[in-house]
């Protein structure tokens, strides 16, 4: 560990279903993409705490101080003793970057954190002794769930071409144990790679950030060709599952909806994505998601995936000004064939005439190629 470096711990838990569910997006999520955690106060540290500010006061300035901070974000296997939670086991899931986080209130107020998933650990398996033993030396372990402490070192940082299998590691490592409430309340985890979305020239495209509403978004071109790719893997034997992949039919003129049936252990799926023609540059979104015919399986309920990605479809004007000139030669080609009649005298009427035509036929052709 670098004890030197700075590093915020954020830490998803089994206290509740919907905590698992933090951890299971976070390992689902492409890369460059926004998640938000969040915390009731008393569970940050207290130098933490001093650190990150009200939402409403101090304005950008004390914000940006916790700005691109490193961020480990990790899983906590913890066990109930009467009214207190007992920490067992925990694995960091991912690295990721701040982009911003502040309080509503005070003591009972509320801790929101945005952040950027990156890289994937390398070895999952040989770091949760390597966590204990740094933080049980100091007042960290069991007692917090968002707080400052030293950094994992860089060789714990997977390659982007070794995510998928360092994915891998990660739900091997997650034993099923790990995803119950109670004896009673026990859940079955769904995992999920999502490679991302790839344009028409097969690069996967980078996610932009909203500042406002905290939301990474996609920016599509009206018509052109993208592709969803996602990965499944299930350590043990997977029921059958259905991946359903969604887009506004209003927007889109591709499939409204991709239903991917899945029984094995792992697969890799598609599903494309072309835009209509637009009027405006459009706000759109496309869900992903999981079901499937039982809500449990031996007894475990299903912790289905539900993601929205928000698109922004922009217009190609350039297209509409090859359009537009295609107008403006073919009024030009007529009002001259017009002004012949009157204008005996004009003997080189028909070059404009020509020429009008001739950018009206290649403007109609290039648009009529680009719409298909």
Not at 307 to 317: S, Y
Request: hydrophobic letters at 35%.
């Amino acid at each position: 560990m670098d004890n030197n470096a700075k590093t915020l711990y954020l830490i998803a838990s089994n206290a509740s279903e919907e905590y698992m569910l933090d951890a299971l997006e976070v390992l689902a999520l492409p890369l460059g993409m926004v998640q938000h955690f969040r915390y009731d106060i008393k569970w940050l540290d207290k130098d933490l705490e001093k650190k990150v500010p009200k939402e409403r006061e101090n304005g950008e300035k004390d914000r940006k101080k916790l700005k691109n901070v490193k961020v480990v974000i990790c899983y906590l296997y913890q066990e109930k003793d009467g009214d207190k939670w007992v920490w067992k086991e925990i694995y960091p899931l991912r690295i990721g970057v701040l982009i911003d986080a502040y309080k509503t209130g005070d003591d009972n107020g509320v801790a929101h954190f945005y952040f950027k998933v990156n890289n994937y650990i390398n070895d999952v398996s040989k770091i949760p002794g390597d966590l204990k033993e740094m933080w049980s030396n100091g007042e960290k372990w069991g007692k917090f769930y968002a707080f400052f402490d030293g950094s994992l070192e860089d060789r714990y940082s997977a390659s982007k071409d070794d995510s998928k299998s360092a994915f891998q590691n990660t739900c091997n490592a997650l034993k099923p144990k790990y995803f119950k409430y109670s004896i009673r309340k026990k859940y079955y985890p769904i995992f999920c790679f999502i490679d991302g979305i790839k344009d028409k020239n097969g690069k996967f495209i980078t996610p932009k950030y909203e500042q406002q509403s905290h939301q990474s978004f996609y920016e599509f071109e009206e018509g052109s060709k993208y592709t969803f790719q996602f990965f499944t893997y299930f350590p043990e034997n997977s029921p059958s599952l259905t991946f359903e992949l969604v887009s506004d039919k209003r927007i889109f003129s591709t499939p409204e909806k991709y239903e991917f049936k899945i029984g094995s252990r792992y697969d890799e799926r598609f599903g494309t994505l072309i835009s209509s023609l637009l009027e405006k540059d459009v706000w759109s979104h496309i869900s992903f998601k999981t079901k499937a015919e039982e809500k449990e399986i031996d007894g475990k309920k299903f912790l289905h995936i539900f993601l929205n990605f928000p698109v922004l479809v922009k217009r190609k004007l350039w297209y509409r000004l090859i359009d537009l000139g295609g107008d403006i030669g073919s009024v030009v080609g007529t009002a001259c064939l017009g002004l012949s009649k009157f204008l005996e005298s004009w003997s080189w009427w028909y070059w404009p005439v020509i020429i009008g035509y001739f950018i009206w036929a290649v403007s109609k052709l290039i648009v009529r190629i680009w719409r298909g």
